[in-house]
């Protein structure tokens, strides 16, 4: 199993939408590291800023140029469930 995970991401919040809880966060690497301990192999991997090739290959340029706007001004929401901060 391999788990990106970056500091930045516990920081990541979306107050609308329960499944960006900030009690997930944890409780998601608690479950990797109990993986690990029953014997999974686990890879923990640091995550990086993907590259804009890769991004335009499964996104349509409108909705990543939406992305873009709103990171640009700080964050905001793309829908109720999919929101933008500053540690996205």
């Known amino acids: 199993m391999h788990v990106y995970s970056d500091p930045a991401s516990e920081r990541h919040v979306n107050r609308l939408a329960s499944v960006e809880a900030p009690e997930r966060f944890p409780?998601?690497?608690?479950?990797?590291e109990e993986a690990a301990r029953s014997g999974v192999l686990v890879e923990w991997?640091?995550?990086?800023?993907?590259?804009?090739?890769?991004?335009?290959?499964?996104?349509?340029?409108?909705?990543?140029?939406?992305v873009e706007k709103i990171s640009r001004q700080g964050g905001g929401y793309l829908n109720l469930d999919t929101g933008l901060n500053k540690y996205s």
């Open 45 to 66: 991997r640091s995550c990086k800023p993907a590259p804009e090739e890769a991004l335009s290959a499964v996104h349509d340029p409108a909705y990543l140029g939406r």
């Open 27 to 32: 409780a998601a690497l608690a479950g990797a």
